[in-house]
């Protein structure tokens, strides 16, 4: 049985892969090898990753696409069931699922985390998010909740609770109800599994300060990358908490610049579902909190290339260069999006994990 989560292992800067369960990755492309999340792709991917060392895998919770030629992101895996298949077909690495909030019940939630964690041997990770996107939450026939944290408190101690104690849990508050509630067993983690949170605007933050292990953001410039990082560790500091900063990144990583810069540009760039693109983007703006507000303007390549994140495009040694000075910042580790996993990654661990290991960000 792994005695400790992956994520609470030495490595100074952890990593893992982003989104393999949802058509297209990240990346909002027509090129002909980009990523259709079939089920093998996903399995080869989690086990490149599981045999390399990297900490962790984390999907994306999408029930809607954004349109475009591809339907992009219309096909993904639900994350709980699709997390309890890789924990048999892995060894070490963590395991995150992906959940909503508003459209999960917590009893449910505590059953199916702890399934997967001793499935997995405690390798379960949760990720908690409130939503964005009206269009999703209309096909459940659910509005979007007004003031998400608030509900997501009550949800993650509802969870808690469950796992704290064998008896019976009555619990009464704003939004949820419980009576006589039971979840057996509890994870094998104590007191509860690994918990993140993905948030840029204050509430996520907030909650993330005050009920998360771990949170996940994005950073436009790398000139601001540590104000994040100073923002949530003073959030942290006033309730009394540590708590992890994670970042998340899109990769190009070829022999040469030129290569890189080339290939970025085709798939971004010249054979971008530009539809697809237009819709994300507009969405992302009007609904959701997750990035600087001048990003929308500025950077539509990385909207394309990897839904907004930071690009790490070049070389072996730019790339690792580029996440030694993120580590340096402050952040514990960076979730890692390409636009063919199992084309890219190996090439990614072969090349730049020995880089990372002779900066001494990496065992």
């Known amino acids: 049985m792994i005695k400790t989560h992956p994520l609470h292992g030495p490595n100074k800067l952890k990593l893992g892969v982003f989104s393999t369960n949802a ?70 690495i963590g395991l995150f699922m992906t959940v909503h909030v508003p459209l999960v019940h917590p009893l449910y939630a505590a059953k199916a985390l702890a399934t997967v964690d001793h499935i997995s041997q405690g390798r379960a ?39 704290a104690s064998s008896e019976p849990l009555d619990y009464e508050g704003i939004y949820y109800r419980l009576k006589e509630a039971v979840s057996r067993p ?13 948030a840029f605007g204050g509430p996520g933050r907030d909650f993330a300060a005050a009920r998360c292990d771990y949170l996940f953001t994005t950073f436009s410039e790398m000139s601001d ?59 992302k703006k009007e609904f959701s909190q997750s990035h600087d507000p001048h990003a929308y303007d500025r950077y539509r390549q ?18 690792a260069a580029e996440m030694a000075t993120i580590a340096g910042h402050g952040y514990q580790g960076i979730a890692l999006s390409f636009v063919n996993y199992t084309q890219e990654l190996p090439y990614f661990c072969d090349h730049v994990l020995p880089l990372l290991k002779q900066a001494g960000l990496r065992s």
């Not at 090129?31 to 994306?60: H, K, M, Y």
């Not at 908490?241 to 760039?269: F, K, L, N, S, W």
């Not at 909207?303 to 072996?316: E, I, K, S």
Request: charged share 20%; hydrophobic share 45%.
């Open 225 to 283: 990358a540590g104000k994040h990082v100073a923002d949530i560790s003073e959030r942290a500091d006033k309730v009394g908490r540590d708590v992890g900063v994670y970042t998340v990144a899109h990769v190009v990583c070829r022999p040469t610049m030129e290569e890189a810069q080339a290939y970025y540009t085709r798939y971004a760039v010249d054979l971008a579902d530009h539809d697809a693109v237009d819709a994300h983007m507009a969405g």
């Open 125 to 163: 990770g949760l990720n908690i998010v409130c939503g964005w996107n009206p269009k999703e939450f209309g096909m459940f026939g659910t509005p979007l909740v007004e003031k998400g944290y608030e509900q997501a408190a009550e949800w993650i101690e509802v969870l808690e609770q469950l796992y």
């Open 23 to 92: 058509d297209g990755g990240l990346a909002i492309t027509d090129v002909p090898e980009r990523w259709t999340a079939s089920w093998q792709d996903n399995l080869t991917a989690a086990q490149i990753a599981d045999r390399a060392g990297l900490e962790f895998i984390l999907p994306i919770a999408r029930w809607r696409g954004f349109g475009g030629r591809n339907k992009v992101r219309e096909w993904s895996f639900e994350t709980f069931t699709w997390a309890a298949a890789l924990a048999v077909a892995t060894e070490q």
């Open 302 to 319: 990385r909207f394309a290339g990897g839904a907004g994140t930071y690009p790490l495009v070049g070389t072996p040694e730019t790339i």
């Open 186 to 198: 509890a994870g094998l983690q104590v007191p509860r599994p690994v918990t993140m949170n993905a």
